[in-house]
């Protein structure tokens, strides 16, 4: 610790304190939604989603990639995963919120993907 006194001025300390920590980029969009007063189970879903996605691509910077990573993540969703159509709705509004609202980088087309089959009702004869 150093001390620095001069005649006339209170004695002076400076730490030698450590950078705060970089702030991540899943930190500012979460904050970028709760200004927007979205709903906390929302943007824990919506975090999440992209950040599946960034690891889908070997955790390259979103900033890079574009409207063509989207689909391939979409198409591997409904194919390798085997999720729900309403799953892959979910994660689809989440990566437009992130592109086109929170980095300022609209998608655009993301052209055709593999769309995640509806689900099928069962009848059943109590139903007629």
């Known amino acids: 610790m150093n001390t620095t006194v001069t005649p006339g001025t209170p004695e002076r300390r400076s730490w030698n304190l450590p950078d705060p920590p970089k702030r991540r980029l899943r930190d500012d969009f979460a904050d970028w939604l709760r200004v ?7 943007i824990a879903a919506y975090v999440s989603d992209v950040l599946d996605f960034v ?6 910077d979103p900033r890079e990639m574009g409207a063509r990573e989207v689909q391939q993540f979409l198409t591997m969703l409904a194919v390798k995963r085997d999720v729900s159509w309403k799953t892959q709705n979910q994660n689809l509004c989440a990566l437009v919120k992130f592109y086109d609202g929170f980095l300022g980088q609209p998608l655009g087309d993301i052209g055709k993907f593999a769309a995640a089959a509806p689900e099928q009702r069962i009848v059943s004869p109590l139903d007629a």
């Open 36 to 42: 927007r007063n979205y709903r906390p189970a929302t």
């Open 55 to 60: 690891l889908f691509h070997r955790k390259r």
